[in-house]
């Protein structure tokens, strides 16, 4: 299982800025980790004493490899893929290539990448957990049931993020990291907008503990953030 929080290890979270990823760093730090916080840009107001911003642009193959060159050689326990970004315009009306191209670059392709740039700092690390942020609008046996969300870019995106789990379950298990594709509910943070009904504190707490009990068997498993597995 990840680093317990009486012994607490080292965790990095992309996607730090605000929101869910935001409060990811908060709780980590609050309980004595050594949090590495990943964004574009630092946040305003700056991070919690201690925690350490990396600048990060989980879309540029180039920012990823900079920040592996940075972090060369440290241990990584536990790493939060979290950056996501919705289409700039929801609906097969407004569906533009573009966007649904920059979208899955960020939601999909940023998970894999930062992965595998980090995969030696995860081998170094203490019972290593890959915890990608997905969502149940992705899934396809759940995933319309009870939500109208049209941005076909992100519904897409997280779907891909799945099969992207499962894969790097399956190829990382050698190297003992345990890989999840975590759904944090509907959080009220910016891009969850006004209507979301989970506290990002709430939600950040359950990912955290679903992080601190898995274990090797689990990897591949996708997880809402109250423990039931998702049906893909």
Not at 50 to 78: C, I, K, N, T
Not at 149 to 174: E, G
Not at 203 to 223: D, K, V
Request: net charge negative.
């Amino acid at each position: 299982m990840a680093a317990e929080a009486e012994e607490p290890g080292t965790v990095l979270v992309t996607g730090a800025g605000r929101g869910l990823g935001r409060e990811l760093v908060r709780q980590y730090a609050a309980d004595g980790w050594r949090v590495i916080g990943c964004g574009r840009c630092r946040p305003t107001g700056g991070f919690e004493p201690g925690v350490e911003f990396q600048p990060l642009d989980v879309a540029d193959p180039e920012s990823v490899s900079a920040l592996a060159a940075r972090l060369a050689g440290r241990p990584l326990d536990v790493l939060v893929n979290n950056a996501a970004v919705r289409s700039a315009a929801a609906g097969l009306d407004a569906f533009q290539p573009d966007d649904f191209l920059a979208v899955l670059r960020v939601n999909t392709l940023g998970p894999v990448l930062v992965t595998r740039a980090l995969l030696a700092n995860l081998r170094l690390g203490r019972d290593p957990v890959v915890a990608n942020i997905g969502s149940r609008a992705g899934s396809m046996a759940e995933g319309l049931l009870d939500d109208d969300d049209d941005d076909y870019a992100y519904r897409c995106s997280k779907a891909a993020l799945n099969m992207a789990t499962v894969q790097l379950a399956r190829d990382l298990q050698p190297d003992g990291v345990t890989v999840l594709s975590l759904h944090p509910g509907w959080v009220k943070t910016d891009m969850g907008g006004a209507e979301a009904v989970l506290p990002a504190e709430v939600s950040a707490r359950a990912l955290r503990t679903i992080i601190t009990a898995a274990e090797p068997r689990s990897s591949g498993a996708f997880l809402a953030f109250d423990g039931r597995r998702v049906g893909w």
